[in-house]
């Protein structure tokens, strides 16, 4: 799934014990919060595209919560925004503070497609089960997104580690909600981590793909979404011995909004198509990337608006039902 720094990612978070569900179309439009605001947390990413204010979008759309990309290796096993930026003090922070002040939360979303991965360069996995607590203790956090991919996802090593660092950050907090993000093709995602955890003894609360990116210029992606959706069910089901319920409410859709790195469109008729899958399956997570391009272009440059015809917030509004 080849995207610029870090246009790419999307998405990702948490298992609610009922899914998603049940905030009714009025709720939507008049930006009531949605009934699992943990589950609906869009995207947010500081490093470019003229960050939104947070509080425009939840005024605007009753949307909380927001996943805050994306926590690297500054060249060390030392989680920074971005690997550059102060993991409390700067920019981030000051969103972090803005979200709770409207009542919502953050997800911080280790790794994405560029840049230098904290799993890749930690030198194991006590020590980026660390870097994760790190993060969770700055922050008093109530949830994480692995987004493992790129040369990540492809070692073999680090997906162990990644792996085993999880489990310890599982064991020493208790209630931590927990969501995996991976790239998917058209007929479901590699199974590899996935069956690397399931034997090593590891659940999460959500393994989210990602659906965009995988050749789908001039198809249906609402459609491709969901057909990507149905592989990860099955690959569940092989991995986990789980039944198909239990294998839709541990999954996650992370989405990407309007036209994708690789020229496709995601229409806001495919998020409706997404959300009735979601609540049909009582989906764990479904968010998109990102609230920086959720909104329509006036020359601005492309990480900061859809491509396609919307008014600001229409993917999101989606969502939020």
Known sequence: MARPLPAALPLAVLSLSAGLLTATPAQAATGATPSAPMAVAPYLYNGWGSPPDPTTIT??????????????????????WDGSRPLTGGVDQQTVNTVRANGGDII????????????????????????????????????IDIDIEADAYSDAVVQQR???????????NPGLKV???????????????IDRAASSGLTVDAWAIMPFDFGGAGQNMGSLTTQAAEGLKSALKSAYGYSD???????????????????????????????????????????????????????????????????DWDYTRVLAG
Not at 180 to 192: M, Y
């Open 245 to 311: 319920d239990q294998a839709y409410r541990d999954m996650g859709i992370s989405s990407m909004n309007g036209v994708t790195d690789n020229n496709e469109t995601v229409t806001v008729d495919d998020f409706r198509t997404v959300l009735a899958y979601a609540r049909q399956h009582h989906l764990a997570r479904l968010t998109f990337w990102s609230a920086n391009r959720d909104r329509p272009c006036t020359g601005g440059p492309a990480d900061s608006c859809s491509g396609v015809a919307q008014s």
């Open 59 to 80: 005024r605007a759309t009753g949307v909380k919560w927001f996943t805050l990309a994306f926590v690297l290796s500054n060249g060390s096993c030392d989680p920074q």
């Open 108 to 143: 911080p979303s280790f790794g994405g497609y560029s840049g230098n991965k904290l799993e890749s360069s930690c030198a194991g996995a006590s020590e980026l089960a660390g870097a994760y607590q790190k993060v969770i203790d700055a922050y008093g956090l109530k949830a």
């Open 179 to 193: 969501c995996i993000t991976i790239g998917t093709g058209q007929s479901g995602p590699d199974t590899s981590l």
């Open 162 to 172: 990644t792996v085993d660092a999880l489990k310890t950050v599982k064991a020493n």
